[in-house]
């Protein structure tokens, strides 16, 4: 009963540093949605992909960040040259089709930068 | 941007005491879906609501949803420790795929 699986759980990078979070969505599911979470604010859309497509990414900082779901393997959200403001915890989460009602989420990655 | 707020921000109670939290926008939701959320954890789905006025009830905690589909509540009874932890809603932008927007969130702390 697999869930939604991240990796790596924690993450600490330099500034300057380049970050990869990486997500595999539920069996079956094939829709990805990533949320940031910055500390004592709540949890914020990032971007919305199926395989092999962006569908929505509204709320992706315009540099530095960017995210993908290939054909094969888990989605990707990376980000470039880490500034200490990208400190947050980034959860993933997936559903089975657009529309449905229920996403469920993945246990973050928090990503440290010193 | 569609917003929503929670009220109380933080909440302290005694074991065996009634609370409930409240979820409030100015902006019409296709749905809202409420979440418990533990430290170092992902958001787990507690229940989602569709239709305004929708009542659910999933053992001692009750889940409205707004005549108008613009707010919510959470009623816990007889709160337990286990009941410890953030509470978040969440609506749907209904833009074609889910696309929630997260409220602000509730601490809730139950005390034996």
């Known amino acids: 009963n697999a869930g939604v699986m991240q990796n790596p759980r924690h993450l600490v990078r330099r500034r300057g540093q380049e970050a990869r979070l990486r997500c595999s969505p539920m069996?079956?599911?094939?829709?990805v949605y990533w949320y940031r979470q910055l500390p004592e604010e709540g949890l914020k859309f990032m971007v919305y992909?199926?395989?092999?497509?962006?569908?929505?990414e509204s709320g992706m900082p315009k540099e530095r960040f960017s995210a993908e779901f290939p054909k094969e393997g888990p989605s990707i959200l990376r980000i470039q040259q880490v500034v200490r403001g990208d400190s947050a915890a980034y959860f993933c989460?997936?559903?089975?089709?657009?529309?449905?009602?229920?996403?469920?989420f993945g246990p973050g990655t928090r990503l440290t930068v010193t | 941007t569609q917003l929503l707020e929670q009220s109380p921000q933080f909440l302290s109670i005694q074991e065996g005491e009634n609370l409930t939290v409240y979820c409030n926008s100015s902006?019409?939701?296709?749905?809202l879906q409420w979440y418990r959320q533990e430290p170092g954890e992902g958001p787990v789905l507690l229940v989602t609501?569709?239709?305004?006025?929708e009542v659910k009830k999933l053992k001692r905690l009750t889940f409205q949803f707004g005549d108008a589909r613009k707010d919510s509540s959470l009623h816990i009874t007889a709160a337990q420790p286990g009941d410890t932890g953030l509470y978040l809603c969440?609506?749907?932008?209904?833009?074609?795929?889910?696309?929630?927007?997260f409220g602000t969130g509730t601490r809730l702390l139950v005390s034996p």
């Open positions: 609501v569709v239709t305004g006025g």
């Open positions: 969440a609506g749907d932008e209904g833009v074609g795929f889910q696309k929630l927007v």
């Open positions: 992909l199926q395989k092999e497509n962006i569908i929505d």
């Open positions: 902006s019409v939701f296709s749905s």
């Open positions: 069996k079956g599911h094939s829709h």
């Open positions: 989460a997936s559903s089975p089709w657009p529309g449905s009602y229920e996403q469920y």
